[in-house]
Protein backbone atom coordinates (compact mmCIF):
# COMPACT_ATOMS: atom_id res chain seq x y z
CA UNK A 1 0.00 0.00 0.00
CA UNK A 2 0.72 3.75 -0.60
CA UNK A 3 0.37 4.33 2.64
CA UNK A 4 3.70 2.08 3.21
CA UNK A 5 5.90 5.05 1.56
CA UNK A 6 3.81 7.71 3.68
CA UNK A 7 4.73 6.41 6.80
CA UNK A 8 8.54 6.33 5.62
CA UNK A 9 8.76 9.94 4.75
CA UNK A 10 5.80 11.63 6.88
CA UNK A 11 6.03 9.58 10.01
CA UNK A 12 3.76 6.96 11.76
CA UNK A 13 0.24 7.01 10.19
CA UNK A 14 -1.55 6.95 14.05
CA UNK A 15 -0.23 11.02 13.88
CA UNK A 16 -2.46 11.76 11.03
CA UNK A 17 -5.36 9.16 11.06
CA UNK A 18 -7.92 11.11 12.80
CA UNK A 19 -10.74 8.16 12.53
CA UNK A 20 -12.75 10.59 14.28
CA UNK A 21 -14.04 13.27 12.27
CA UNK A 22 -17.01 15.08 14.29
CA UNK A 23 -14.37 17.54 15.60
CA UNK A 24 -13.63 18.65 12.48
CA UNK A 25 -17.35 19.83 11.48
CA UNK A 26 -17.20 22.46 14.08
CA UNK A 27 -13.35 23.38 13.15
CA UNK A 28 -14.96 23.49 9.09
CA UNK A 29 -17.87 25.48 10.23
CA UNK A 30 -15.67 27.83 11.84
CA UNK A 31 -13.27 28.25 8.57
CA UNK A 32 -16.59 28.69 6.79
CA UNK A 33 -18.00 31.70 9.05
CA UNK A 34 -14.89 33.34 9.00
CA UNK A 35 -14.08 33.54 5.75
CA UNK A 36 -14.55 36.49 3.57
CA UNK A 37 -16.80 33.84 1.41
CA UNK A 38 -15.54 34.92 -1.88
CA UNK A 39 -13.91 30.80 -2.47
CA UNK A 40 -15.12 29.46 0.38
CA UNK A 41 -14.04 26.36 -0.64
CA UNK A 42 -10.32 27.76 -1.93
CA UNK A 43 -9.87 29.39 1.35
CA UNK A 44 -10.80 26.40 3.99
CA UNK A 45 -8.31 24.26 1.75
CA UNK A 46 -5.30 26.39 2.96
CA UNK A 47 -6.74 26.89 5.95
CA UNK A 48 -6.84 23.24 6.69
CA UNK A 49 -3.30 22.39 4.70
CA UNK A 50 -2.13 25.22 7.56
CA UNK A 51 -3.50 23.06 10.35
CA UNK A 52 -2.10 19.97 8.59
CA UNK A 53 1.62 21.88 8.62
CA UNK A 54 1.27 22.19 12.19
CA UNK A 55 -0.36 19.17 13.23
CA UNK A 56 2.86 17.62 11.35
CA UNK A 57 5.56 19.72 13.37
CA UNK A 58 4.10 18.85 16.57
CA UNK A 59 3.49 15.49 16.45
CA UNK A 60 7.13 14.93 15.17
CA UNK A 61 7.22 15.10 11.84
CA UNK A 62 10.52 16.04 9.69
CA UNK A 63 11.27 18.61 6.94
CA UNK A 64 13.98 19.07 4.85
CA UNK A 65 15.96 22.03 6.27
CA UNK A 66 17.95 23.52 2.78
CA UNK A 67 20.28 25.21 4.90
CA UNK A 68 22.02 22.49 6.21
CA UNK A 69 20.61 20.15 3.77
CA UNK A 70 19.35 17.34 6.18
CA UNK A 71 16.23 16.39 7.38
CA UNK A 72 14.92 18.11 10.79
CA UNK A 73 12.12 17.93 13.52
CA UNK A 74 10.48 20.36 15.97
CA UNK A 75 12.65 19.83 19.83
CA UNK A 76 10.75 18.03 22.73
CA UNK A 77 9.51 20.75 24.17
CA UNK A 78 7.38 21.94 21.11
CA UNK A 79 6.10 17.86 20.85
CA UNK A 80 5.01 17.96 24.25
CA UNK A 81 2.62 20.55 23.46
CA UNK A 82 0.77 18.52 21.91
CA UNK A 83 0.21 15.58 24.61
CA UNK A 84 -0.58 18.32 27.19
CA UNK A 85 -2.64 20.93 25.89
CA UNK A 86 -6.20 19.93 25.43
CA UNK A 87 -6.60 22.98 23.50
CA UNK A 88 -4.59 22.20 20.75
CA UNK A 89 -5.58 18.83 20.81
CA UNK A 90 -9.65 19.84 20.35
CA UNK A 91 -8.65 22.38 17.61
CA UNK A 92 -5.96 19.71 15.37
CA UNK A 93 -9.16 17.30 15.30
CA UNK A 94 -6.98 15.29 18.04
CA UNK A 95 -9.63 12.83 19.82
CA UNK A 96 -8.47 11.71 23.50
CA UNK A 97 -9.42 7.79 24.08
CA UNK A 98 -13.12 6.97 25.78
CA UNK A 99 -13.17 4.95 28.62
CA UNK A 100 -15.18 1.90 26.97
CA UNK A 101 -17.61 -0.34 28.89
CA UNK A 102 -18.03 -3.04 26.66
CA UNK A 103 -21.59 -4.48 26.75
CA UNK A 104 -23.15 -1.13 28.31
CA UNK A 105 -26.40 -0.61 27.04
CA UNK A 106 -28.79 2.91 26.38
CA UNK A 107 -32.07 2.35 27.47
CA UNK A 108 -35.18 4.06 25.01
CA UNK A 109 -37.24 6.48 27.64
CA UNK A 110 -39.14 4.74 29.76
CA UNK A 111 -42.65 6.78 28.19
CA UNK A 112 -41.24 5.07 25.05
CA UNK A 113 -41.02 1.69 25.48
CA UNK A 114 -42.29 0.70 29.02
CA UNK A 115 -40.56 -2.42 31.03
CA UNK A 116 -42.28 -5.90 28.69
CA UNK A 117 -42.21 -9.52 30.10
CA UNK A 118 -39.76 -12.08 28.87
CA UNK A 119 -42.52 -13.76 26.82
CA UNK A 120 -42.95 -10.81 25.14
CA UNK A 121 -39.32 -10.26 23.96
CA UNK A 122 -38.06 -11.16 20.63
CA UNK A 123 -35.22 -13.18 22.84
CA UNK A 124 -37.27 -15.22 24.20
CA UNK A 125 -38.82 -17.15 20.98
CA UNK A 126 -35.46 -17.76 20.17
CA UNK A 127 -33.92 -18.94 23.19
CA UNK A 128 -31.95 -22.18 22.64
CA UNK A 129 -29.77 -22.96 25.40
CA UNK A 130 -31.10 -24.31 29.20
CA UNK A 131 -32.17 -22.24 31.81
CA UNK A 132 -34.07 -19.25 30.23
CA UNK A 133 -34.96 -16.49 32.28
CA UNK A 134 -38.00 -16.44 34.26
CA UNK A 135 -41.63 -15.81 32.07
CA UNK A 136 -42.62 -13.06 34.65
CA UNK A 137 -39.14 -11.23 34.95
CA UNK A 138 -39.11 -7.20 33.80
CA UNK A 139 -36.94 -6.26 30.55
CA UNK A 140 -36.40 -3.04 28.93
CA UNK A 141 -35.51 -2.06 25.57
CA UNK A 142 -32.04 -0.80 24.82
CA UNK A 143 -31.38 1.82 21.84
CA UNK A 144 -27.61 1.17 21.89
CA UNK A 145 -24.83 -0.66 23.06
CA UNK A 146 -21.27 -0.63 23.15
CA UNK A 147 -19.34 -3.69 21.89
CA UNK A 148 -15.32 -4.65 23.00
CA UNK A 149 -13.71 -2.54 20.32
CA UNK A 150 -15.57 0.63 22.09
CA UNK A 151 -18.12 0.83 18.89
CA UNK A 152 -21.58 2.31 19.62
CA UNK A 153 -24.41 -0.56 17.89
CA UNK A 154 -27.82 0.02 17.44
CA UNK A 155 -30.85 -2.01 16.30
CA UNK A 156 -29.90 -2.30 12.74
CA UNK A 157 -26.62 -2.63 13.31
CA UNK A 158 -24.37 -5.27 11.71
CA UNK A 159 -22.06 -7.00 13.96
CA UNK A 160 -19.65 -9.27 14.51
CA UNK A 161 -19.92 -11.37 17.83
CA UNK A 162 -18.65 -15.00 19.86
CA UNK A 163 -21.62 -17.51 20.12
CA UNK A 164 -22.10 -19.81 22.70
CA UNK A 165 -19.49 -21.94 21.64
CA UNK A 166 -16.69 -18.97 20.71
CA UNK A 167 -16.83 -19.08 17.37
CA UNK A 168 -17.33 -15.43 15.28
CA UNK A 169 -20.45 -14.78 14.06
CA UNK A 170 -22.04 -12.48 11.90
CA UNK A 171 -25.47 -10.80 11.40
CA UNK A 172 -28.19 -7.87 12.10
CA UNK A 173 -28.79 -6.52 15.67
CA UNK A 174 -32.72 -7.56 16.37
CA UNK A 175 -33.17 -6.13 19.99
CA UNK A 176 -31.28 -5.11 22.61
CA UNK A 177 -32.80 -5.81 26.15
CA UNK A 178 -31.45 -4.75 30.00
CA UNK A 179 -32.87 -6.64 32.72
CA UNK A 180 -30.76 -9.35 35.37
CA UNK A 181 -28.64 -9.97 32.20
CA UNK A 182 -28.20 -7.94 28.68
CA UNK A 183 -28.95 -9.97 25.63
CA UNK A 184 -28.70 -9.21 21.99
CA UNK A 185 -30.63 -10.96 19.25
CA UNK A 186 -29.05 -11.01 15.82
CA UNK A 187 -29.97 -11.94 12.66
CA UNK A 188 -27.48 -14.71 12.01
CA UNK A 189 -25.65 -14.53 8.38
CA UNK A 190 -23.31 -16.51 7.03
CA UNK A 191 -20.24 -15.50 5.21
CA UNK A 192 -20.09 -17.59 1.56
CA UNK A 193 -16.74 -19.31 0.74
CA UNK A 194 -16.70 -17.14 -2.60
CA UNK A 195 -15.94 -13.35 -2.82
CA UNK A 196 -18.61 -11.56 -5.14
CA UNK A 197 -17.77 -11.76 -8.39
CA UNK A 198 -17.86 -8.18 -9.22
CA UNK A 199 -16.92 -6.45 -5.73
CA UNK A 200 -14.60 -9.21 -4.67
CA UNK A 201 -16.40 -8.89 -1.57
CA UNK A 202 -17.34 -11.66 1.05
CA UNK A 203 -20.72 -12.38 0.29
CA UNK A 204 -23.36 -12.92 3.69
CA UNK A 205 -26.26 -14.95 3.10
CA UNK A 206 -28.54 -16.16 5.67
CA UNK A 207 -28.01 -19.98 7.06
CA UNK A 208 -29.98 -22.51 4.98
CA UNK A 209 -31.53 -25.70 6.44
CA UNK A 210 -28.78 -27.98 6.49
CA UNK A 211 -26.29 -25.45 8.39
CA UNK A 212 -29.18 -25.20 10.91
CA UNK A 213 -29.48 -28.80 11.72
CA UNK A 214 -25.57 -29.24 11.51
CA UNK A 215 -25.70 -26.35 14.04
CA UNK A 216 -23.70 -24.18 11.70
CA UNK A 217 -26.02 -21.59 12.19
CA UNK A 218 -29.47 -20.27 12.84
CA UNK A 219 -32.00 -17.52 11.41
CA UNK A 220 -31.35 -15.89 15.01
CA UNK A 221 -29.09 -16.45 18.05
CA UNK A 222 -29.23 -14.65 21.19
CA UNK A 223 -25.66 -13.31 22.62
CA UNK A 224 -24.45 -11.62 25.72
CA UNK A 225 -24.45 -8.28 25.54
CA UNK A 226 -20.97 -8.16 26.39
CA UNK A 227 -19.57 -11.15 23.28
CA UNK A 228 -20.57 -8.04 20.87
CA UNK A 229 -17.20 -7.68 19.05
CA UNK A 230 -17.24 -4.75 17.16
CA UNK A 231 -19.30 -2.99 14.32
CA UNK A 232 -19.13 -3.84 10.13
CA UNK A 233 -19.94 -2.22 7.00
CA UNK A 234 -22.66 -4.16 4.77
CA UNK A 235 -23.96 -3.48 1.94
CA UNK A 236 -26.86 -4.91 0.18
CA UNK A 237 -25.86 -6.80 -2.99
CA UNK A 238 -28.27 -4.68 -5.56
CA UNK A 239 -26.52 -6.35 -8.47
CA UNK A 240 -27.75 -9.75 -7.96
CA UNK A 241 -31.27 -8.23 -6.61
CA UNK A 242 -31.26 -5.89 -9.65
CA UNK A 243 -32.59 -3.06 -7.21
CA UNK A 244 -33.91 0.12 -9.27
CA UNK A 245 -34.36 3.88 -7.95
CA UNK A 246 -38.03 3.09 -7.18
CA UNK A 247 -38.72 5.67 -4.20
CA UNK A 248 -38.28 9.93 -4.22
CA UNK A 249 -37.85 12.63 -2.12
CA UNK A 250 -36.73 15.88 -1.94
CA UNK A 251 -33.48 16.61 -1.55
CA UNK A 252 -32.06 18.23 2.25
CA UNK A 253 -29.34 20.88 2.38
CA UNK A 254 -29.10 22.45 5.98
CA UNK A 255 -32.20 20.82 7.53
CA UNK A 256 -34.44 22.34 4.62
CA UNK A 257 -35.98 20.11 1.98
CA UNK A 258 -34.96 21.94 -1.55
CA UNK A 259 -37.11 21.73 -4.29
CA UNK A 260 -34.42 19.44 -6.13
CA UNK A 261 -35.69 15.56 -6.49
CA UNK A 262 -33.47 12.90 -4.97
CA UNK A 263 -34.78 9.02 -5.69
CA UNK A 264 -33.89 5.97 -3.37
CA UNK A 265 -33.37 2.51 -3.98
CA UNK A 266 -35.95 -0.09 -3.52
CA UNK A 267 -34.23 -3.29 -2.43
CA UNK A 268 -35.73 -6.09 -3.96
CA UNK A 269 -34.62 -8.61 -1.40
CA UNK A 270 -34.06 -8.65 2.14
CA UNK A 271 -31.57 -12.11 1.90
CA UNK A 272 -28.21 -10.87 -0.23
CA UNK A 273 -25.49 -8.90 1.33
CA UNK A 274 -22.07 -7.79 1.17
CA UNK A 275 -19.48 -7.25 3.04
CA UNK A 276 -17.37 -4.04 2.85
CA UNK A 277 -13.53 -5.18 3.64
CA UNK A 278 -11.66 -2.50 2.43
CA UNK A 279 -13.11 0.11 5.45
CA UNK A 280 -10.59 1.30 7.42
CA UNK A 281 -12.32 1.43 10.37
CA UNK A 282 -11.69 -2.02 12.28
CA UNK A 283 -10.12 -3.45 9.54
CA UNK A 284 -7.85 -5.09 11.60
CA UNK A 285 -10.26 -6.97 13.61
CA UNK A 286 -12.16 -7.44 11.03
CA UNK A 287 -9.21 -9.50 8.95
CA UNK A 288 -8.50 -11.67 11.90
CA UNK A 289 -11.87 -13.02 11.93
CA UNK A 290 -12.17 -13.47 7.93
CA UNK A 291 -10.88 -16.50 6.16
CA UNK A 292 -7.32 -15.25 4.70
CA UNK A 293 -8.37 -15.55 1.46
CA UNK A 294 -11.22 -13.53 1.52
CA UNK A 295 -9.20 -10.74 3.13
CA UNK A 296 -6.43 -10.39 1.01
CA UNK A 297 -5.15 -6.72 -0.29
CA UNK A 298 -4.13 -7.72 -4.09
CA UNK A 299 -1.71 -4.53 -5.00
CA UNK A 300 -3.32 -2.28 -7.99
CA UNK A 301 0.21 -2.47 -9.03
CA UNK A 302 3.02 -4.59 -8.32
CA UNK A 303 5.51 -2.44 -8.32
CA UNK A 304 4.55 0.43 -6.50
CA UNK A 305 7.82 2.44 -7.52
CA UNK A 306 8.02 1.93 -10.92
CA UNK A 307 4.25 2.70 -11.27
CA UNK A 308 5.00 6.22 -9.13
CA UNK A 309 7.68 6.76 -11.31
CA UNK A 310 5.74 6.55 -14.51
CA UNK A 311 2.44 9.13 -13.28
CA UNK A 312 5.15 11.47 -12.25
CA UNK A 313 6.88 11.51 -15.68
CA UNK A 314 3.59 11.49 -17.41
CA UNK A 315 2.54 14.69 -15.30
CA UNK A 316 5.83 16.38 -15.77
CA UNK A 317 4.38 15.99 -19.45
CA UNK A 318 0.97 17.65 -19.15
ZN1 LIG B 1 -30.46 -3.40 -3.14
Given at each position: MASRYNVWRFGLLIRFATEKYEVFNGVFRLNSIHSNRLAPSRDIATRFATMDRVKHLLSGGYWWDSSRSCWIQAGAAVQKILLDDPVFQRHLGWV???KIVPGAVKLFPAAK??????ND???SKHWLTENPPNPESAWRRGQSLTAQSGDK???GSWVWGLNAEGRSVIGRITEILSGARTLVTIEQFICGERPHPEFEWPVLRRPNGAEITQGLGNSFIVLSAGSIQFVCSVQHDCRLGKCRPDLSR????????TSRIVSLIKHADGDHFILNTIALHNFVRLSRVLPRPLIELKPLNENHVAFHKEMAAQARVN
Open positions: SPKSPPLAWTTAVAVKEMQEREE
